[in-house]
């Protein structure tokens, strides 16, 4: 294949990043011949920070029907991944979105829906699967090392953010411009590896808490139960207004508990599994044999421009993405679900019901305060969002 053409669509920090990636030849095979962006001023700034060949256009519908492009990466506020992504899709080209893949499970079926049908490849950008830690831990866990998980709790409050964050633009913390709060912004890239690592609950029992630490309408707080198939529980407790924060994944097993914790891995082992301690031991009190293994983990963590290596060389040579635009919707299952328990008072079964989570979605819409931004930035409209 020849150089694979790629257009990059909203360009503020984070799109800006990797359209820099691209133009400074740092995703070999690739080029950078076009940006997307309604601000003007991001504009000038890829004019004058980007490479020559990168035209640049207002509309996204412009650029990917310009023929400048083989794929693009998107950018943009949550609600424009999906409709943005299925316009290019159908024009035939290959896709890497920004997490979250959207706001609600329907519309994100729907792009899933539009990338079978084009045969396109279709990644998401969930660069934490590229972390060496998070790659062994799944590796335990799918090879049988652990044994038949019984439990999962994570504790993930180090996202603290301070109000002046919130302020910094009007679709920030708003139900018509995010959609959602600490779930949809902060935490999709731990409920992925969550689900990634331990399986999809069937079903949620959620207590969110809107603007419990901060001025804003949406969920800053959340504790929420999981039940699996198994019949396995978790639970999984984030916030935004904690300091200092926690960062804390345990995975309990037959065969012991991991732990990862400030980057290190740790394997709680038992000598022989507990179901079968349980079934033998006839001394009262006791229990297994345990050893305490740091699990050793290899190889650099990529991060986003491990993600883009990794889709380039799908498109190039066929190989197996590392993160499947279509597993987007499973982390968005869980934040829908425990967005929905919240409203409803009770517990809600995964797959979530769509329709259900749309019309509450929309009643906080239309009552959203889709605050005017001070500092120039534009006015979000879930209609009209890009």
Known sequence: MSTLRIGVVGIGGMGGSHAMQIAGGNVPGTELTAVCDVNPDRLT???????????PFQTDEALVASGLVDAVIIATP?????????RALERGLHVLTEKPAGVYTRQVRQMN??????GRVFAIMFQQRTCPEHRKMKDLVDSGELGPVTRTAWIVT??????SYYDSGGWRATWAGEGG??????CPHSIDLWQWI??????????CRFGKHHDIEVEDDVT???????????????????SPGTNRFE???????????????TFHRTRVPVAQFNRAFTGGFGEPECWKCDVPVHGPAEGHLGIMKDWVRAIRTGSTLLAPGVEGIRSLEISNAMLLSTWIDDWVQIPVDEDLFYAKLQERIASSARRKKSDGDRTMDVAKSF
Request: glycine content about 10%; hydrophobic content about 45%; overall charge positive.
């Open 158 to 163: 180090a996202w603290f953010r301070s109000q």
């Open 78 to 86: 949550h609600y424009d991944h999906p409709p943005i992504a299925m």
């Open 45 to 55: 700034w890829a004019r004058e920070a980007l490479s020559e060949k990168a035209r």
């Open 224 to 242: 929420a139960f999981v039940e699996y198939e198994s019949g396995a529980t978790g639970v999984f407790v984030t916030t935004t207004g904690e």
């Open 198 to 207: 331990a399986g999809m609950p069937r079903r949620v029992r959620a207590w």
């Open 181 to 186: 709060g600490v779930l949809v912004n902060q």
């Open 251 to 265: 995975i309990a097993g037959d065969r012991g508990k991991l732990v990862l914790e400030d980057g290190r891995l």
């Open 113 to 118: 829906e539009a990338a079978a049908r084009s």
